[in-house]
């Protein structure tokens, strides 16, 4: 059992609250030369720059004693070893396995759950192979040439954003589309000109009782049945699922199903099986970088000084900002296009993970906890809402994210692209007075993180994800909180549960007078 932990009882964070606030960014910089080159902090193949974040060494100081009272080394060890730390689900969180070489075997309740890992990623290489060399064919012998995505929240998230943002590395005669409204307009946008005789679809659910991914699956199931036969079923149809029950309830050969483990997350499952998808497209051996890219962030994270540690000092600092200087959201703002779907990966990675108000004993936390997580890629932001950015009450720290390298060949768009996002930074940073036109003024002082590499590739974006993974779970331990659960979901899905019978059949249900009004309009206005 883990103790819980009530981190704001303690001497050190009293101490962090009382720790003074720095001075102006202005002031930080002129008073010294050195802090850009002492506030960046190297990971694999990124270069994260945070000196232009409102802290200083004494807040720095402050800030690491209290991850020390926490007790962050240790949770985070105790994670690594496989231990149960997902309490309220008596789980270990192990996403870490997925991504481990398999000479690194990992022996937890006597089972060497790399050997496992290693055993469907082989099954996945060897499916990838199959189809993208046009071995594995569709029912009548025609090439399977589009895959199509069905699953919801971790389960289509990670995919979609990593198959975008690896766009360039795809085969060149397989697309994917991702499904995952229940929203019927997103399956028949999905299906939409598409040959059934030579479409692959990827079930994905963890636990495949999903009613989002089980009605879109289902429809899809009846569009190649109804253009291919019964028999086809098999040939166009793989799941991805911890549920071989519930796959083959719903008419998927378990021989087709790829396993993965209930120690793996929905947000944290992008490497595992759930990248199916993902590897048809970009190939097993890339897909093997993305997973050594992961790889070399979680032996940082394991092994790095806290001092010296990207994700504890980044988790550290969203701490300061959300806790202490009182900012409530924090914006993610890539400029790279490919990137455009990975500020909705974090946001379920974040928001779900960290959105929570009880401790791991239940008992209630004495601090807000995880911020609102929100972005777009630029350059479109700044023609949006980077207004308020620049000189709105509200303060939002951001995270910058930029390549030096593009994919395209277009270098004069991509040098215009890396001059906006090193301008806005620092105009965030340092404003500019204009006493005699008040709006013309910049107050600065706003804080940001920048994260450039190289390129964005597969390795590249493995190290990114594992990044932001591990901030989030520096931050659960300061907060004392289970970040692996997502109890929050429950009651929403069990309402609409309820409801759905109530608004096709006669029985109405006992509601509020608003709830059982809306449900009287969609009655009365509901046809076929
Ligand atoms: O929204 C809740 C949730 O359980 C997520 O955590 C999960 O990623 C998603 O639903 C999909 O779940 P599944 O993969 O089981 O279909």
Redesign the pocket.
């Known amino acids: 059992m883990i103790d819980p932990i009530y981190v704001t009882e303690t001497a050190q964070w009293g101490a962090l609250l009382d720790t003074p606030r720095p001075p102006h960014l202005r002031q930080l910089f002129a008073a010294d030369p050195g802090r850009a080159d002492r506030y960046v902090v190297e990971v694999g193949d990124l270069r994260i720059d945070y000196a232009k974040q409102r802290v200083d060494d004494a807040v720095v100081e402050a800030l690491l004693a209290v991850a020390d009272a926490a007790g962050v080394a240790t949770r985070r060890d105790a994670m690594f070893a496989g231990e149960p730390i997902n309490v309220t689900e008596g789980r270990a969180v192990l996403h870490v396995a997925l991504r481990r070489p398999a000479d690194q075997p990992l022996t937890v309740d006597g089972t060497d759950v790399v050997a496992e890992v290693h055993e469907v990623l082989d099954r996945m290489s060897r499916f990838s192979e199959q189809v993208r060399a046009g071995d594995r064919l569709g029912a009548t012998g025609k090439r399977l040439r589009h895959i199509v995505n069905i699953?919801?929240?971790?389960?289509d998230l990670g995919p979609a954003m990593a198959a975008r943002a690896l766009q360039a590395y795809h085969h060149a005669e397989l697309d994917a589309r991702f499904v995952s409204n229940v929203d019927g307009a997103a399956i028949t946008a999905a299906l939409d000109g598409l040959d059934a005789a030579e479409t692959l679809f990827v079930v994905?659910?963890?636990?495949?009782?999903?009613i989002e991914?089980l009605t879109n699956a289902g429809t899809a199931r009846a569009w190649v049945v109804d253009a291919l036969g019964e028999d086809a079923v098999g040939r166009h149809f793989v799941a991805v699922s911890t549920n071989a029950q519930e796959v083959a309830a719903f008419g998927i050969d378990i021989a087709h199903m790829f396993g993965f483990w209930d120690w793996v997350?929905?947000?944290y499952s992008l490497d595992s099986a759930i990248g199916l998808s993902l590897m048809l497209l970009i190939g097993p051996d890339r897909f093997a970088e993305l997973l050594a890219g992961f790889h070399v962030v979680d032996e940082h994270f394991r092994t790095a000084p806290l001092g010296a540690n990207a994700p504890v000092l980044l988790g550290l600092i969203g701490i300061w900002n959300a806790n202490v200087l009182g900012f409530d959201t924090k914006a993610v703002l890539p400029y790279a296009e490919e990137l455009s779907r990975f500020p909705a990966y974090l946001q379920?990675l974040d928001m779900?993970s960290n959105g929570k108000s009880v401790r791991l004993d239940g008992s209630a936390v004495t601090t807000d906890t995880g911020p609102i997580v929100w972005g777009e890629p630029g350059t479109n932001g700044q023609h949006a809402f980077y207004q308020l950015l620049h000189q709105g009450t509200r303060i939002v720290p951001a995270d910058f994210i930029g390549f030096a390298n593009p994919h395209h060949g277009h270098r004069e768009h991509h040098d215009l692209l890396m001059a906006n996002l090193i301008a806005q930074a620092e105009a965030l940073a340092f404003g500019r007075d204009r006493p005699d036109e008040p709006w013309r003024s910049f107050p600065g002082d706003r804080p940001s993180t920048t994260i450039v590499a190289d390129q964005l590739t597969p390795s590249v974006l493995g190290q990114l994800v594992a990044l932001y993974e591990h901030v989030v779970f520096v931050q659960g331990c300061v907060w004392g909180i289970d970040s692996f659960d997502?109890w929050g979901?429950e009651l929403g899905k069990e309402l609409a549960n309820r409801i759905t019978p109530e608004l096709t059949g006669d029985a109405a249900g006992e509601h509020d007078s608003s709830t059982a009004g809306l449900m009287t309009w969609y009655r009365a206005h509901r046809r076929g």
């Not at 699953?151 to 389960?155: A, T």
């Not at 994905?204 to 999903?210: G, R």
């Open positions: 699953g919801i929240g971790g389960s994905s659910s963890k636990t495949f009782t999903t991914t997350g929905g947000r379920q779900e997502q979901v």
